[in-house]
């Protein structure tokens, strides 16, 4: 294990699951061991945990894969099984697997018996620098993303790398996104760097130090304010929008990647702070292209402008019909709580 100078929460770079694993619970000292999987983390990645003390087959849980199946009929599954299992308060419940079982397996985690200990080691790109860490947890509800949920910190994050060569390009895609909104609430020099790269092409080494620098950007923001009162809101960049396509993507029952959604929602998000903010146009053209080349169109029209805003307004970030955004005055520097209305909205995604 090697720990990162994370500050928010204990998130170490993982080179053996199993021996770490195993150092963490004797640590922890839980009374039983319980693991979380999605079906496709239990195909790919479960093998890799054999020799990990304490998981029975009994105490194992397996829950349907998607972001889709973040709801509360999976979340009942795993109470039910840590209840029918005898899961006491010092049970410790290891969610492996992307943002899906990460943000469900903590919120099982937060809420069973008031709350157990939980260790999350993130299978994808997106759940290692982002879903894995701050202490967000929660399932979707009512067809609205993230709707009920909890502020949990996992007792450790242990990213092991080498699972980043199980995903496809789309997935690694999906997590660069959330990468791209740390560059651009850090450094214009963070922000070059990644540009420059297609991420599915570049060996998981190099992806693997840019894994840990993208933690410590979101760590400096969750550590300011872990409970996103105020300057946590930089993260939600891109997302007010993105989150707004993302569900309406679930609806029209075609559902995107997160990052997909994310880095659809970056680029208006962008040209609100061009417009308002005065973000410098050079370096936000540069991002908006480097998006659109490397995730397409979200093939979304004008007709459906009314539904993404409803959307919007029912963002549970929002205050009323005011739909608030982080936008950048520059590179590094976000704002946050920026109104925008619904014609500069539609502007910025459509115009
Ligand atoms: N994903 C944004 C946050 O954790 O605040």
Same mark, same amino acid.
């Given at each position: 294990m090697q720990p990162l100078p994370s500050k928010s929460a204990p998130v170490s770079i993982c080179a053996d699951p199993v021996a770490d694993l195993n150092e963490l619970i004797e640590k922890i000292s839980p009374d039983k061991v319980f693991l979380l999987t999605d079906e496709h983390t239990q195909r790919l990645c479960r093998p890799l945990l054999e020799g990990v003390k304490g998981i029975t087959k009994e105490q194992s849980i397996t829950i349907a894969a998607g972001d889709h199946h973040k709801d509360t009929e999976a979340l009942a599954s795993v109470w039910q099984l840590l209840s029918d299992q005898g899961a006491s308060r010092h049970s410790l419940l290891i969610n492996l697997g992307g943002g899906m079982p990460c943000d469900l397996g903590g919120f099982a985690a937060a809420t069973y018996k008031r709350g157990i200990p939980f260790i999350n080691l993130p299978t994808t790109l997106l759940a290692m620098v982002d879903a894995s860490?701050? $202490? %967000?947890? #929660?399932? &979707?509800?009512? $067809?609205?993303? &993230?709707?009920?949920?909890?502020?949990?910190?996992?007792?450790?994050?242990?990213?092991?790398?080498?699972?980043l060569k199980t995903l496809d390009r789309e997935n690694l895609l999906s997590g660069y996104a959330e990468m791209i909104k740390h560059a651009l609430i850090d450094r214009p020099q963070t922000l070059e760097k990644l540009l420059g790269i297609d991420p599915a092409a570049i060996s998981v080494n190099l992806l693997a130090d840019l894994v840990a620098d993208s933690v410590m950007v979101k760590d400096r923001y969750?550590?300011?304010?872990? /409970?996103?009162? #105020?300057?946590?809101?930089? /993260? &939600? /960049?891109?997302?007010?929008?993105?989150?707004?396509?993302?569900? /309406?993507?679930? %609806? %029209?029952?075609r559902p995107v990647l997160h990052g997909y959604a994310v880095a659809w929602g970056i680029i208006p998000e962008i040209r609100l702070a061009v417009s308002k903010m005065k973000l410098p146009k050079l370096l936000a053209d540069k991002t908006s292209k480097y998006i659109s080349d490397l995730y397409e169109d979200h093939g979304f029209s004008i007709t459906d402008f009314d539904e993404l805003f409803s959307l919007m307004q029912h963002d549970k970030k929002n205050r009323g019909d005011r739909i608030n955004f982080t936008l950048l005055t520059q590179v590094g520097e976000p704002a946050i709580d920026i109104n925008c209305t619904k014609d500069e909205i539609k502007a910025a995604i459509f115009g």
């Open positions: 860490v701050g $202490g %967000k947890t #929660g399932i &979707n509800f009512n $067809g609205f993303k &993230n709707e009920i949920g909890a502020f949990r910190i996992a007792d450790m994050v242990l990213i092991h790398t080498p699972f969750v550590e300011a304010d872990p /409970l996103e009162q #105020g300057i946590r809101k930089a /993260l &939600n /960049l891109g997302h007010t929008i993105g989150h707004a396509f993302e569900s /309406l993507a679930m %609806k %029209k029952g």
